[in-house]
């Protein structure tokens, strides 16, 4: 039986809370670089980041340092270089700049440092490093442009037309006009992983919850915000804002976690777009729906699964327990976990601009992940995210191991 870890989370973020002293420096977040520098140097190159241990063993967790094999690609090396352009050592350099972004910014190095400052805030310098470089000229990456380019003209990353973001939506669907209850669906549901579109949308119809789609819903800006483009990303939250606010929209569900930790995180807290808008991730939603009887599943499904924390919903977010609960709660379903999990747990490769834009790193990762669910003996790997999902589904070769996300499995037992 899987132990529990009595571990605790900084409120509203997945990092562990760890030891803090009377004069630990509190540091706001979402502030430019100079805010960090003097923190920078704290970082003793010590390589702690580049490993996990856990009881029993150790296992490497930086996809970006372990494919680059070089100390600038860890944290401990992206700490140097960002002390080093802070300080005037180093000069910005395009080469410089392609490093930071051979990054998923997935957090899983700043679980590992101990040094409070950096475990706590290491991912507002990386964030802050991007920006900086967009400003200077250096950055985003080629690829990350031509997409923001699309996102700008066609409101999705996928080189596709705005007037099919809706082709995924079965005629049977029952939506509600006057319903305040929207739900995001976002670009990789709608173009890409549409069983997850379909199935959130079946789920809440079975459900009985009067929702509605909004048909000129625009990609919530992560692809672009996670690149370092911040004003570009701050005018699309705020055209998805004008959406949400001429619908009337009172309550957000979003199958996606780049789209949650965007609308409830980065909308508010970084781009100072303050609303009461309650947004809440499928699972989170499904579990209270479950919590006070208003689910039912009546199916089994006989299956063995490992849940992978998507990056967005797990350290960004400090979603870790209530995906796992509805999972335990589907009948015939046997949760086993992988040895890197939750606030450890390996990235898919698919974030931060890095599948685009660094394709054999994003494959690098994605594989070793699949490795390790594969070790777990699971029928399938589950996740939260159509990202992840499709990241999985793309690398996954000969059917060794089945991906779904959680809203299709839901579907299958209700
Ligand atoms: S970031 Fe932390 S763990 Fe990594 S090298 Fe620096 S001090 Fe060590
Ligand atoms: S954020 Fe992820 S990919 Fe980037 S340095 Fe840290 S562990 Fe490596």
Same mark, same amino acid.
């Given at each position: 039986?899987?132990?529990?870890?009595?571990?605790?989370?900084?409120?509203?973020?997945?990092?562990?809370?760890?030891?803090?002293?009377?004069?630990?420096?509190?540091?706001?977040?979402? $502030?430019?670089?100079?805010?960090?520098?003097? +923190? #920078? /140097? &704290? !970082?003793?190159? @010590?390589?702690? *980041?580049?490993?996990?241990? %856990?009881?029993?063993?150790?296992?490497?967790?930086?996809?970006?340092?372990?494919?680059?094999?070089?100390?600038?690609?860890?944290?401990?090396?992206?700490?140097?270089?960002?002390?080093?352009?802070?300080?005037?050592?180093? $000069?910005?350099?395009?080469?410089?700049?392609? +490093? #930071? /972004? &051979? !990054?998923?910014? @997935?957090?899983? *190095?700043?679980?590992?440092? %101990?040094?409070?400052?950096?475990?706590?805030?290491?991912?507002?310098?990386?964030?802050?490093?991007?920006?900086?470089?967009?400003?200077?000229?250096?950055?985003?990456?080629?690829?990350?442009?031509?997409?923001?380019?699309?996102?700008?003209?066609?409101?999705?990353?996928?080189?596709?037309?705005?007037?099919?973001?809706?082709?995924?939506?079965?005629?049977?669907?029952?939506?509600?006009?006057?319903?305040?209850?929207?739900?995001?669906?976002?670009?990789?549901?709608?173009?890409?992983?549409?069983?997850?579109?379909?199935?959130?949308?079946?789920?809440?119809?079975?459900?009985?919850?009067?929702?509605?789609?909004?048909?000129?819903?625009?990609?919530?800006?992560?692809?672009?915000?996670?690149?370092?483009?911040?004003?570009?990303?701050?005018?699309?939250?705020?055209?998805?804002?004008?959406?949400?606010?001429?619908?009337?929209?009172?309550?957000?569900?979003?199958?996606?976690?780049?789209?949650?930790?965007?609308?409830?995180?980065?909308?508010?807290?970084?781009?100072?777009?303050?609303?009461?808008?309650?947004?809440?991730?499928?699972?989170?939603?499904?579990?209270?729906?479950?919590?006070?009887?208003?689910?039912?599943?009546?199916?089994?499904?006989?299956?063995?699964?490992?849940?992978?924390?998507?990056?967005?919903?797990?350290?960004?977010?400090?979603?870790?327990?209530?995906?796992?609960?509805?999972?335990?709660?589907?009948?015939?379903?046997?949760?086993?976990?992988?040895?890197?999990?939750?606030?450890?747990?390996?990235?898919?490769?698919?974030?931060?601009?890095?599948?685009?834009?660094?394709?054999?790193?994003?494959?690098?990762?994605?594989?070793?992940?699949?490795?390790?669910?594969?070790?777990?003996?699971?029928d399938a790997i589950v996740s939260t995210c159509p990202f992840c999902l499709n990241q999985f589904k793309s690398n996954i070769k000969n059917e060794e191991i089945k991906a779904f996300d959680i809203a299709e499995l839901v579907r299958k037992v209700l």
């Amino acid at each position: 039986m899987e132990k529990e870890k009595n571990v605790k989370y900084i409120e509203g973020k997945g990092i562990t809370l760890i030891t803090t002293v009377a004069n630990q420096k509190k540091l706001d977040r979402y $502030k430019d670089l100079e805010h960090y520098k003097d +923190i #920078l /140097y &704290q !970082c003793g190159k @010590c390589g702690t *980041c580049r490993t996990t241990y %856990q009881e029993e063993f150790w296992s490497r967790v930086c996809p970006s340092g372990e494919f680059g094999k070089f100390e600038a690609f860890y944290l401990g090396g992206k700490n140097l270089l960002s002390w080093g352009v802070s300080s005037g050592k180093v $000069k910005w350099s395009a080469n410089l700049s392609k +490093i #930071l /972004y &051979q !990054c998923s910014v @997935c957090l899983a *190095c700043t679980q590992q440092c %101990q040094i409070p400052e950096i475990h706590h805030y290491a991912g507002e310098w990386l964030m802050a490093m991007r920006e900086q470089a967009v400003k200077l000229g250096l950055g985003p990456m080629p690829e990350h442009s031509r997409y923001t380019d699309h996102i700008l003209m066609e409101n999705n990353p996928y080189m596709e037309e705005h007037n099919k973001r809706l082709n995924w939506l079965p005629p049977h669907l029952n939506q509600s006009s006057n319903a305040k209850i929207a739900y995001f669906v976002g670009c990789t549901s709608s173009y890409r992983e549409q069983n997850v579109a379909i199935a959130t949308a079946e789920i809440l119809n079975i459900l009985k919850i009067e929702f509605k789609i909004l048909k000129d819903e625009h990609c919530c800006g992560s692809p672009v915000y996670m690149t370092g483009q911040t004003d570009k990303a701050k005018n699309i939250a705020e055209t998805n804002m004008k959406i949400f606010n001429d619908a009337g929209i009172e309550k957000i569900i979003t199958s996606c976690a780049g789209c949650y930790r965007m609308l409830k995180e980065t909308y508010p807290n970084k781009f100072g777009i303050k609303h009461e808008i309650e947004v809440m991730h499928l699972p989170e939603f499904l579990l209270e729906k479950f919590n006070k009887g208003e689910i039912k599943f009546d199916k089994d499904l006989n299956m063995m699964v490992t849940y992978h924390d998507p990056c967005h919903i797990g350290r960004h977010m400090g979603i870790y327990k209530q995906p796992r609960m509805l999972l335990k709660k589907i009948p015939g379903i046997k949760l086993v976990e992988m040895n890197r999990n939750r606030e450890n747990a390996w990235c898919c490769g698919s974030g931060g601009g890095v599948r685009s834009a660094f394709k054999d790193l994003s494959e690098f990762a994605a594989k070793e992940r699949i490795e390790e669910a594969k070790t777990t003996s699971a029928d399938a790997i589950v996740s939260t995210c159509p990202f992840c999902l499709n990241q999985f589904k793309s690398n996954i070769k000969n059917e060794e191991i089945k991906a779904f996300d959680i809203a299709e499995l839901v579907r299958k037992v209700l």
